[in-house]
């Protein structure tokens, strides 16, 4: 597609349930990226895929979150037994990494309420 | 650790009502500073990668520019559609494997009245 494609767009779910994301990023780009923006924060860095590998997962907050990728195009990031404090917009970006100029494109964020 | 700080936190401004948006940062290595425009309800939209202080970039009323230790968005006469929140970000050292981790500011939420 034209540009990064994240579904759902909103989810509500009940505190304790399992909740999958899903980011489709741009065709061609190797690197992906999941942050997380709550109310009044910054994004926050949560987890980065070269290919289908994650280098770097430091900014996974718990070990309830897991995100894998397949065929180095969509990712799915995973919040197992939800907690009210993951209630945030989890958002999905893409890059070509090999250059220097790497913007990183967004997608438009899935809205995550656990109630 | 790298850190970003916005100010201010809001603006308002009257059409055509030029000002400036800053962004002070610190990190070991910068490896490009970006800004993004986020409307409501959208994921951020790239606007502007600088690397080395005294680097400008400008795109229709934005111009922004770079030193060691902070950016400024400078918008000239600015219309009602350019209301958005306007988002800073470093890139610090490269990551395991490549990639450019960004560290994020909290935004100013700009709002342009007629």
């Known amino acids: 597609g034209a540009g990064v494609s994240q579904s759902p767009s909103n989810k509500v779910t009940e505190k304790g349930k399992d909740v999958e994301l899903r980011c489709d990023p741009i065709s061609g780009h190797t690197a992906l990226y999941w942050y997380r923006q709550s109310l009044g924060q910054g994004l926050e860095f949560l987890i980065y895929?070269?290919?289908?590998?994650?280098?770097?997962k430091s900014g996974l907050p718990s070990d309830r979150f897991s995100a894998e990728r397949t065929g180095g195009s969509v990712s799915t990031l995973t919040i197992q037994r939800t907690q009210q404090e993951d209630s945030a917009v989890y958002l999905c970006?893409?890059?070509?990494?090999?250059?220097?100029?790497?913007?990183?494109?967004f997608g438009q964020g899935t809205r995550l309420t656990v109630v | 650790e790298d850190q970003v700080t916005q100010s201010p936190e809001a603006l308002r401004l009257q059409e055509g009502e030029s000002s400036s948006l800053n962004c002070s940062y610190t990190v070991s290595g910068l490896r490009g500073l970006f800004w993004y425009r986020q409307d409501p309800g959208k994921g951020p939209e790239f606007l502007f990668t600088?690397?080395?202080a005294g680097e400008e970039k400008e795109k229709e009323r934005l111009k922004a520019t770079l030193t060691k230790k902070e950016s400024f968005l400078h918008i000239t006469a600015p219309k009602p559609e350019d209301s958005a929140t306007y988002l800073c970000a470093v890139g610090g050292k490269e990551v395991t494997g490549g990639g450019n981790k960004l560290t994020f500011g909290t935004g100013t939420q700009l709002k342009v009245e007629l």
């Open positions: 895929f070269q290919g289908n590998s994650a280098p770097d």
């Open positions: 600088l690397y080395s």
């Open positions: 970006a893409s890059s070509e990494v090999y250059r220097r100029d790497t913007e990183a494109f």
